[in-house]
């Protein structure tokens, strides 16, 4: 078992991989899409972090988003946190889904609700990566198990809450047997809350871990406008300087654009993937907050009309990566393609 801080060039989550690390994607294959839902509690995001009981009353719109899924081929990963493990609503809906093989379900850590409660109630301590190993540790394989005794099987794949993986976290997720991670949110900076900065990564999938058998795929984020040539630095520019950032989404000569349809017009994401498609990007991997299917839970969906748009928003994006000849692909297939890449173990 491994405790310690993994050094950099030592397949560290938190910090961006040498080229040597990066996963190659088999030229044979066709490129592909991949769909991650953070499926969590409802809790109110500007309020401050408590453990208090939160309601999961949202999960009953999980079935209309799946049937979407399932006309359109599409196998997501569900990524459930303690709430959501326990709710037996979330249960009853979601285990038939994973029992038939419509999805995969993953594991998404929110420390602040995840036991033991050893850490004390702060903004960097919902990083979990801010964690002593330990209690990381211990969090980690206390959700892993309540996963695999409620849904019967042991998840692979895995994403910290607020996408807070630390210097400890690639060793801990080999050690638990997780296969994917999908915590770094490339192009986003979130070090002036204590959390990592991403904004040195690139959306391509890399190994990880002591020995480079974990695999890690980043929230495609894309630059686009007449200046995305400049890429990261030009990004962590207008990070710094709001005004800057304004100027240059208002001119459109440079705006950073994730994939989710949360708070990202349809329009700005297929202009992002015909840019990374046309740059020879692969591999897509999509991501959104399940109480966003119903609305009045977040920011994103207030009310019916934004959940028209949320759906359409989806027909809207799947239509172009059809178009492009992008296929979908479910998180534990897409390791097994890239399995064939992946380095010998020492």
Same mark, same amino acid.
């Given at each position: ?10 397949? *560290?989550?938190?910090?961006?991989p040498p080229k040597s690390s990066l996963a190659a994607y088999p030229a044979a294959d066709s490129p ?10 409802? @809790? ?6 408590? *453990? ?59 420390? /602040? ?13 919902? @990083? ?44 801990? $997720?080999?050690?638990?047997? !997780? ?9 986003f900076d979130y070090a002036n809350e204590g959390g990592p900065d991403f904004t040195g990564f690139t ?13 890690? $795929? ?11 040539r400049f890429g990261s630095g030009l990004n962590r520019l207008a990070l710094r300087q709001g005004h800057?950032?304004?100027? $240059? ?32 990007? *692969? ?16 920011? !994103? ?12 928003? /989806? ?8 178009? $492009? ?8 297939? @897409? ?12």
């Amino acid at each position: 078992m491994n405790d310690g801080r993994l050094a950099v060039g030592q397949g *560290r989550l938190d910090i961006p991989p040498p080229k040597s690390s990066l996963a190659a994607y088999p030229a044979a294959d066709s490129p592909r899409f991949l769909v991650f839902v953070d499926t969590e509690e409802e @809790f109110d995001w500007r309020a401050p972090i408590s *453990r208090d009981a939160h309601s999961t009353h949202h999960v009953r719109a999980i079935p209309r988003l799946q049937e979407m899924f399932d006309a359109q081929g599409i196998s997501p990963t569900y990524l459930v946190d303690q709430p959501i493990v326990e709710s037996d609503a979330a249960l009853a809906i979601l285990r038939p889904i994973l029992d038939r093989g419509g999805c995969a379900i993953g594991a998404q850590l929110h420390p /602040w609700v995840s036991p033991p409660f050893d850490e004390a109630l702060t903004t960097a301590n919902s @990083f979990a990566g801010n964690l002593p190993s330990a209690l990381e540790r211990a969090k980690i394989t206390g959700l892993t198990q309540s996963i695999a005794e409620r849904f019967g099987r042991h998840p692979s794949i895995y994403r910290a809450g607020r996408y807070g993986i630390g210097p400890n976290s690639a060793a801990i $997720l080999e050690d638990l047997s !997780y296969r994917l991670d999908v915590s770094v949110r490339a192009g986003f900076d979130y070090a002036n809350e204590g959390g990592p900065d991403f904004t040195g990564f690139t959306p391509e999938p890399f190994w990880a871990g002591p020995s480079g058998r974990l695999l890690a $795929l980043p929230l495609t984020t894309a630059y686009v406008g007449a200046l995305r040539r400049f890429g990261s630095g030009l990004n962590r520019l207008a990070l710094r300087q709001g005004h800057v950032r304004g100027l $240059l989404a208002r001119t459109g000569l440079f705006t950073r654009v994730p994939l989710t349809p949360e708070g990202v017009s349809a329009a700005e994401a297929k202009e992002a993937i015909r840019v990374l498609a046309g740059e020879g990007l *692969r591999i897509f991997s999509l991501s959104f907050h399940s109480p966003s299917l119903e609305p009045g839970h977040t920011q !994103y969906v207030r009310d019916a009309a934004d959940l028209k748009v949320f759906y359409r928003w /989806w027909d809207e994006v799947i239509a172009l990566f059809h178009k $492009l000849a992008i296929a979908p692909c479910g998180g534990e297939d @897409f390791v097994d393609i890239m399995a064939n890449g992946r380095p010998k173990a020492p």
